[in-house]
């Protein structure tokens, strides 16, 4: 699976499909195609999944990746911040749950996606409101419940877009990213996670903190 880089709600967004799937996640650079030729021979790929905005056919990042793999699927969406239902409906069928975020703080977007990529389910990004997208993925997806990280007041008709469609949602408690993080760690612990491994994520550099997420759901933990 291959994600623009610099696309952070899209990286979030891909690594529970990618976890779900078994298969790594590859960042790649437009500004460095050659890397990612190199690194799609390395790992010996001949089919990927293209996510996000940036995989235009013209483009050379494109072309490099056409030149090695022979099959692919390119799925985007209406904007950079609006990648969570095309992703979401590459899910196959129903779930138990979901994780929903505002990402107003990259932390609170790092531990939403760790914990849907530890539980292998999709991750909703949103905003003051669901789009008629987000309901039609919700309501084809059928989760029992939602886990909502971020700052509740930013999301009241969010939520009340979510319950409507008779999915109760539970906003995850804290006055911080960081004990937001502490609450979803806790909520996971009796589900197999692996707390023997501790990773940790510096809160500088979104970027960053989306790959030790998504490294540390293929450990069995989360940071």
């Known amino acids: ?21 078994g298969i790594p996640l590859l960042l790649a650079s437009a500004d460095d195609p050659a890397n990612v030729q190199d690194e799609l021979r390395r790992l010996g790929a001949t089919n990927a999944i293209l996510i996000g905005p940036g995989f235009n056919p013209r483009t050379l990042l494109r072309q490099a ?14 904007g950079p911040d609006e ?54 993925e919700l309501a084809r997806l059928k989760p029992k419940r939602a886990h909502f990280i971020g700052t509740t007041s930013s999301a009241t008709q969010t939520v009340a877009d979510i319950e409507v469609l008779g999915i109760p949602v ?19 612990r009796g589900r197999n996670l692996d707390d023997r491994t501790l990773v940790v994520g510096s809160q500088l550099g979104s970027t960053q903190l989306l790959v030790s997420s998504f490294g540390a759901a ?3 933990t989360v940071p």
């Open 1 to 21: 699976m291959i994600v623009e880089a610099a696309d952070n709600y899209a990286i979030a967004a891909a690594g529970p499909l990618a976890r779900l799937k």
């Open 65 to 78: 990746i056409n030149a090695v793999v022979t099959s692919q699927t390119w799925t985007s969406g209406p």
């Open 83 to 136: 990648m969570d239902s095309p992703v979401a409906s590459l899910f196959p069928g129903t779930v138990e749950e979901i994780y929903i975020t505002d990402a107003l703080d990259p932390s609170d977007l790092a531990t939403a996606s760790a914990a849907s990529s530890f539980q292998k389910v999709p991750l909703f990004t949103v905003g003051s409101a669901l789009t008629d997208w987000e309901k039609g």
């Open 170 to 188: 539970s906003p995850v408690s804290g006055d911080s990213a960081a004990s937001r993080n502490e609450t979803v760690v806790r909520s996971l």
């Open 218 to 220: 293929m450990e069995g």
